[in-house]
């Protein structure tokens, strides 16, 4: 019987979505997935992780909304209003739509 090495959690990578959201179809197959969960808190901190990954201080400007207020906004147990989503979802060059 092999004694198998314990790995503690220290010494695992770090992980960040981010490092992974690198294309647009790499963005809409992360959303994607998010939304079939159907959790509305995932949904918007879905959005502050494409935020960051296109830069949070041009998605502020092109939003019209303060990063520092982005930040907040977007994070999983925020409850932001559904105009600052839309506003950040325009501001990545996104859009919603439902398809039946």
Do not use: Q, W
């Amino acid at each position: 019987m092999t004694k198998k090495k314990k790995i503690k959690i220290g010494d695992l990578p770090d992980f960040d979505v981010v490092d992974y959201l690198k294309t647009d179809a790499d963005i809409a197959e992360y959303l994607t997935v998010v939304l079939e969960d159907g959790d509305p808190a995932l949904f918007v901190a879905a959005i502050g992780d494409i935020a960051r990954a296109k830069g949070m201080t041009d998605i502020a400007k092109k939003s019209g909304v303060t990063r520092e207020s982005l930040y907040r906004a977007l994070k999983i147990e925020a409850r932001p209003r559904f105009e600052t989503v839309t506003r950040v979802i325009h501001a990545l060059g996104m859009k919603l739509s439902v398809h039946a």
